[in-house]
């Protein structure tokens, strides 16, 4: 059946993508970045000590049984390792499009659609959709794109997160956060500062994620959920190159070596999908998040991670 879902959704996007008169759902300009240039000077604290921090990447989806067993998990683990987890929720796939009536429902309900652009990208090259939901990635590490090592299984994190959990921090990374809240303007600043010598082309990417999204669930232990808790969840891309960031560091960077980069991002009122039948996505700031990291391009591994609140 999976497969079968699979290959259907790639038939539908080729026949979509062959239709003259569908423009493109997503513009390669995304129109919510802003202009730095009216943004304030930001400032740094020194930071003496440094913990090496795991983003872990959630693949799931509304119409997945099993999707919040693993977002409890990641839940406790953020709760068991505090300070050193940053959460990403990645709704991808057909078990995350509007599916009304799903599991006997009304037709009004789960016509909600989490997918994002920077979603999607990522699906595409790591492919937790192709194995089935849910599945998670530590830091992309044990990137493999034939046998899909990067992808564990939620009953295996516990026991893959004890074995990286102690590795050591590379690079000191701080997110400044200045929000207007008169045009719900975000000016995000990022430094980061390498603290060994590492080789290899990096790129830094941010995001924006939310929190306490109320809607529906597919849940195994509950049912059918009208009023689920969705948290951590990939809303867009903050830097202009989009999902797979923006150029840091190529050949090699050695201890010391320092960069700010700045962004601007003006947080809609409401994310909408171009999916058939499906509902505007409020988005409250309050519990909205910039998620910044840095990563290998050769082999997608990231070697740092933050997170921080937009509002106070």
Known sequence: MKKLIYLTTIFLGALIASCDYVGNPYPTKNA?????STCPAPTFPTVTSHVKKIL???FTGHTC???????????AIDSTYPGKIVGLAIHVGGLAAPSAGHGGTTASDFLADYRT????????VFTPYAIGLPEGMFNRKDFDATNLTHLKFY???NSYLSGIINDPSVVDLQLNINYDA??????????DSFLTSVTGTYKLVALITQDSIIGWQDDID????????????????????GAWGEPLVTGSASAGLKHINKFAYNVPSSYSSPAAGSTPIPCDVNK???VAFIYNTATYEIIQSEVVKITP
């Open 222 to 241: 509950h049912g059918m959920v009208s009023n689920y808790v969705f948290n951590d969840v990939l809303r867009d891309a903050i830097t202009p190159t």
């Open 65 to 75: 049984p099993n999707c919040p067993r693993a977002a409890r998990l990641l839940h």
């Open 32 to 36: 919510n970045l802003g202009d730095t």
């Open 117 to 124: 652009k920077a979603g999607n990208d990522y699906e595409t």
């Open 288 to 290: 909205c998040h910039i």
């Open 155 to 157: 009953l295996n994190w």
């Open 56 to 58: 872990i990447e959630d």
């Open 182 to 191: 008169t045009n719900r303007k975000v000016c995000c600043a990022v430094r």
